[in-house]
């Protein structure tokens, strides 16, 4: 699970990085967002840098509270409006069906695993376990 989420976060920054930050700062500064170029930057850092760490199982719990306030950012500014559905489907084309905004299910989706890693401590593959092993072992115990 940690490495499903962490993927999700790291691709969805790396896209934001990839088309320009400054490109997601427009469509933030639409919203009304405050500072939307820094926070377009924030948010990138924040979905890449967590994504790794979730990945890599570094700082987990630590790494989940940034990444679940951009999923309430997001339900709260973007999805909400939408409804619950992240399949909107509004219409059906000869090319197959058609699809409207998705809304905020998938961001409970992900804080929901993100608390659930939070709280459920480190894995055996993890750094945050090795981190721990380490530290017992300096300990003598």
């Given at each position: 699970m940690r490495v499903v989420i962490g993927l999700g976060f790291l691709v969805h920054g790396l896209t934001?990085?990839?088309?320009?930050?400054?490109?997601?700062g427009a469509l933030l500064n639409q919203l009304g967002i405050p500072l939307p170029l820094p926070t377009a930057w924030l948010t990138t850092a924040t979905e890449i840098v967590g994504g790794i760490a979730l990945i890599v199982g570094a700082f987990v719990a630590l790494a989940a509270i940034p990444l679940i306030a951009t999923m309430l950012v997001a339900m709260f500014t973007i999805h909400i409006h939408n409804g619950f559905s992240a399949v909107n489907t509004i219409g059906l084309t000869p090319a197959g069906p058609l699809f409207g905004p998705p809304g905020y299910e998938i961001n409970l989706l992900y804080i929901a695993g993100l608390v659930a890693l939070a709280l459920g401590g480190p894995t055996a593959a993890s750094l945050d376990a090795l981190r721990r092993r380490r530290g017992d072992s300096s300990r003598g115990g």
């Open positions: 934001k990085l990839n088309r320009g930050p400054a490109k997601f």
